[in-house]
């Protein structure tokens, strides 16, 4: 921890596995995983370990989120969870049959994101499936939520909006390079970028 008006050193904490996923603040608490599957949780003051779980088996590299006071997190053995932030037990998890590499979407009710078996799941906040999309690749890169539409791309560089509330596809295009950072808008424009370093802006017609 640094003091972020001059960059002293206040505390500093060894971990036991490397860290990939960022990390989240929930009220005295600092809560990061590892590549071990695990989550952690720091007092903010001296670094004192609070609660330690294992969630997985497999190194956790999606960003960490907290919504309504319940933290979420997914691994790359395929095992979605949900914690409880204040003691670290497990509320319920998911697996999946492939790698989860990115962080989920959400709108308060819904979580969304891609996986490495080429679908995109929409689940409710306990868990269970309301829609899945299969996509022609990977999906390592972060949704973007609107209040009516989800727009995410893919590894073969396919850019979609699907309907929110059902999942209906109702706009594709195929980029050149694929798609492995999130969309940004703004107003009605968005940003999208894929890894053959093209930018692209799109403008929703009115």
């Not at 005295?28 to 001296?46: E, H, P, Q, V």
């Not at 959400?106 to 306990?126: C, I």
């Not at 950072?181 to 017609?205: C, G, Q, R, W």
Request: proline share 3%.
């Amino acid at each position: 921890k640094l003091d972020s008006k001059n960059g002293t050193i206040l505390f500093e904490k060894p971990v036991k596995k490397t860290s990939h996923a960022g990390m989240v603040s929930y009220f005295d608490l600092i809560i990061f995983a590892d590549d071990a599957g695990r989550l952690t949780a720091i007092n903010k003051s001296n670094g004192d370990v609070i609660w330690e779980t294992s969630v997985s088996q497999s190194a956790i590299y999606a960003d960490l989120r907290i919504m309504n006071h319940v933290l979420y997190t997914a691994s790359i053995g395929g095992v979605f969870s949900a914690i409880n932030p204040i003691d670290g037990k497990i509320i319920w998890q998911r697996s999946f049959n492939s790698p989860l590499y990115a962080p989920h979407a959400s709108d308060g009710k819904t979580l969304y994101f891609g996986s490495n078996d080429r679908h995109f799941y929409a689940l409710d906040l306990e868990g269970n499936t309301i829609w899945t999309i299969e996509t022609e690749a990977i999906i390592n890169s972060e949704a973007l939520i609107s209040p009516n539409y989800v727009y995410f791309g893919n590894g073969a560089g396919n850019f979609m909006i699907c309907q929110k509330d059902s999942g209906k596809i109702v706009w594709s295009k195929e980029f050149e390079g694929r798609f492995i950072s999130s969309p940004i808008a703004y107003k009605d424009e968005l940003l999208v970028f894929t890894d053959n370093d093209d930018l692209y802006l799109m403008k929703s017609k009115k």
